[in-house]
């Protein structure tokens, strides 16, 4: 019992109790961004990301929310500031150099179309997550992993074109290349 408390003192429930009963996301994101959720370490083209603290505060907002509000998981606050929370300060896609590790574009010019899929979701992620927990992925390629479990994610005109348009840049040879990365 003891371990339980001290496990959970750094986590502000007050806080997040008027949150959840606001349905403040805009806020619970803040929070989440302002308190120092992951401890990441990496090591030889793999890390080890601490999720504890965030796992014990999706689950205690879904729980509330579920229980006191009835909201479906999709309606949670946990929901929708799920995508990329993994990596909410970058570190893990700058390590891996913002490509995309299913059609190889590289997206360090355009960071918003980068996303990191976690193959357990958010509530099942492990305790420890590690590279292979996780795909590095634009967001057509994080799409088209599961369309139907990744319908709420931006798939707006712009970033497709984005996506596209860099993909074509691959194909092309270096000197056209170097022709339209002047252009653009
Ligand atoms: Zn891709
Ligand atoms: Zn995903």
């Not at 994080?142 to 074109?161: A, C, G, R, V």
Request: glycine share 2%.
């Amino acid at each position: 019992m003891i371990k339980n408390v001290n496990k959970l003192q750094h986590i502000d429930y007050d806080k997040l109790k008027i949150l959840i009963d606001n349905n403040d996301y805009l806020n619970f994101k803040k929070y989440l961004y302002s308190s120092n959720l992951f401890n990441i370490n990496f090591s030889n083209n793999d890390f080890n990301c601490d999720t504890r603290k965030y796992k014990q505060i999706a689950k205690y907002v879904y729980l509330t929310e579920k229980k006191n509000y009835k909201r479906k998981f999709t309606d949670s606050l946990v929901y929708k500031t799920s995508l990329n929370i993994i990596d909410i300060n970058n570190k893990i896609r700058d390590y891996y150099n913002w490509k995309c590790e299913i059609c190889g574009i590289n997206c360090f010019n355009n960071k918003n179309i980068l996303d990191i899929h976690s193959k357990t979701g958010v509530i099942g992620m492990n305790n420890n997550v590690t590279k292979k927990d996780i795909i590095i992925c634009c967001r057509l390629c994080h799409f088209n992993i599961k369309p139907s479990e990744h319908w709420n994610l931006d798939m707006s005109k712009t970033i497709i074109n984005k996506i596209h348009y860099l993909r074509n840049l691959n194909k092309k040879p270096r000197t056209m290349r170097l022709f339209a990365l002047k252009k653009f």
